[in-house]
């Protein structure tokens, strides 16, 4: 299994096309603001199965407050 570890990313960094490095409303840790599962994931995990590419989250917080959604990501949705 491979990991990607987002508390170690400057905040503002962009992840990928949905996903934003924020600091967590919970916990006050940095990481990846994943608006669709409504958390602020800091750890996640990557491994290639049967059905292919699995990443689940490993280390993440919720409820994600609305304040930490950007504003062109909360457009969007």
Not at 23 to 49: F, N, P, Q, T, W
Request: charge should be positive; charged fraction near 20%.
């Amino acid at each position: 299994m491979m990991t990607e570890d987002f508390t170690k990313l400057p905040i503002g960094v962009l992840v990928s096309d949905s996903r934003t490095i924020v600091r967590c409303s919970v916990c006050r840790r940095r990481g990846a603001l994943d608006v669709k599962l409504r958390r602020c994931v800091h750890v996640e995990g990557s491994a290639i199965g049967a059905d292919g590419l699995v990443i689940e989250p490993i280390d993440s917080c919720a409820p994600v407050w609305a304040i930490q959604v950007p504003i062109s990501v909360a457009a969007v949705s």
